[in-house]
């Protein structure tokens, strides 16, 4: 059996909005409740599980995404208003991060209602290692 990440939660003052805060920006849908989880399945199956807390450290989820898609949720975050930014210090307000290293490689970087660090980044998927080269940080 391959390894695959089935689903990650997040903590959320908000879970129902702030799933649908992300849902909206990536063109998704909010799925139904489970149990007391909010979830957002991205198209390889994994789910963000919205969960409620009231106290807690942000955290960074990173996002691939098509050209087109990247440029359908930009348009969305400034139809919006919402701040984005083009590096993680959210220094660069306004920005598209672009890489030096990747030509045409660029990504956005916002926050959702919790302070979540939301990356969006058009691009194929990583190319992956050979084992001995990859290293699994928990």
Excluded: W
């Excluded at 942000?58 to 930009?74: I, R």
């Excluded at 306004?94 to 045409?104: A, C, F, L």
Aim: proline share 7%.
């Amino acid at each position: 059996m391959t390894v695959e990440l089935n689903h990650t939660i997040v903590p959320a003052r908000d879970p129902q909005a702030s799933a649908q805060f992300l849902a909206d920006i990536l063109g998704l849908s909010v799925d139904p409740s489970v149990a007391h989880f909010t979830p957002v399945t991205l198209a390889n199956q994994v789910s963000l599980d919205y969960d409620q807390l009231d106290n807690f450290e942000p955290h960074h989820y990173a996002f691939m995404v098509s050209e087109q898609e990247f440029d359908a949720a930009l348009a969305r975050i400034e139809h919006g208003g919402i701040t984005h930014y083009g590096d993680p210090a959210c220094q660069e307000i306004g920005q598209i991060y672009h890489s030096k290293r990747t030509k045409d490689r660029r990504g956005i970087y916002f926050h959702d209602p919790d302070g979540h660090l939301m990356v969006n980044r058009p691009g194929r998927h990583r190319v992956v290692r050979p084992m001995a080269a990859q290293r699994i940080i928990f």
